[in-house]
């Protein structure tokens, strides 16, 4: 058996702009089909999804609610959004194995990733969220609660927070300990959890980590054949959207390298999933980036952008 992480990119949970959990469950299913069939093909495989409108939403409702029930700190709304995504997850998958007269434990694991305190990223939060705020209400909530406050295109105050690399994923014994048991695992969900070391032990922060990065680090650690990332688009590509684009097959690692370097690919969509495709690559094993649809033709080797191997 071979072993393969499937990272899930938005459209593989909600498609179009259909926000509801019923919508959610529905795109959930479809996507669960495809990596049924991936499973087919004799691999054994770990489940990491993105989050990024879901604990978006769950911020939105809290702070909405503000008045009538306490707000939920950040790292407890990334929390809540592996609990519901994993639980249509878990689901789905189910139905799609019955389907092909399998039995199989689903199981989605709440998963902490630990940060590094001292990351850059904490000395300069670039990454968006929740809801917007007037420059008076944007103040006030920097003095009481300390978060950073910046000003989003003109657009409002929004609250942004840190994007660390993951360095440890906490619970990664027990992963594998499921995995040899044959368990179909959902972890790592939205890149997990943010946690660093405290004094006393683990303490969730307010940060997002890309969930490419933390799929990368879960296929390393539990030595996958194959790390896929499965987006909107077939395959990445240089010039992306100018005339002259051009879409990348098979590319080494050097290639990849500089085309990063030359600035081909957008900062948080794009790039970090070259950058986690890189980073496989190097341990010798294969990256694919491509879409849920063609997911199956890109594991034989037929389409994707697919480095290493
Ligand atoms: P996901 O939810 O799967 O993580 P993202 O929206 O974060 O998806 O990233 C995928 C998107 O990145 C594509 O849909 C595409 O619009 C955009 N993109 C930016 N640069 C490139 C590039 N060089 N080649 C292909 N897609 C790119
Ligand atoms: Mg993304």
Not at 10 to 38: D, H, P, R
Not at 166 to 194: A, F
Not at 224 to 241: P, R, S
Request: hydrophobic residues 40%; glycine residues 10%; aromatic residues 6%.
């Amino acid at each position: 058996m071979k072993k393969i992480v499937i990272a899930l990119g938005g459209n593989a949970l909600q498609s179009g702009n259909v926000a509801t959990a019923e919508g959610q469950l529905e795109t959930v299913k479809a996507t669960c089909e495809y990596v049924a069939e991936i499973m087919e093909r004799d691999y054994e495989v770990a489940i990491v999804h993105g989050n990024g409108p879901q604990i978006g939403r769950i911020l939105l409702a809290s702070e909405t609610a503000k008045d009538v029930t306490p707000v939920m700190p950040f790292d407890v709304c990334g929390a809540m959004s592996q609990g519901y995504i994993g639980y249509h997850i878990q689901q789905s998958m189910l139905q799609s194995l019955k389907k092909r007269g399998k039995s199989r434990p689903v199981v989605s694991l709440v998963t902490q990733v630990v940060v590094d305190k001292n990351d850059p990223s904490f000395q300069n939060p670039t990454k968006p969220i929740g809801v917007f705020y007037t420059k008076e209400e944007a103040d006030a909530l920097a003095a009481e609660k300390g978060y950073t406050m910046k000003e989003d295109a003109g657009r409002g105050w929004r609250r942004v927070v840190a994007s660390p690399l993951p360095q440890r994923i906490n619970e990664i014994d027990t992963i594998k300990y499921l995995l040899t048991g044959n368990t179909v695992l959902i972890t790592c969900g939205g890149g997990g959890i943010p946690v660093v070391e405290g004094a006393n032990g683990l303490e969730g922060v307010a940060a997002v980590i890309d969930k490419d990065f933390s799929a990368e680090k879960l296929a390393e650690e539990i030595d996958a054949d194959v790390l896929m990332i499965l987006t909107e688009v077939e395959k990445a590509a240089i010039n992306f959207g100018k005339p002259n684009q051009e879409n990348l097959g098979e590319i080494t690692v050097v290639d990849a390298e500089k085309y990063i370097a030359e600035g081909h690919f957008a900062a948080g969509s794009m790039l970090p999933k070259v950058q986690a495709a890189v980073k496989f690559a190097k341990t010798g094993k294969k990256a694919i980036i491509t879409s849920l649809d063609k997911a199956i033709v890109a594991l034989e080797g037929k389409t994707g952008t697919v480095i290493g191997g």
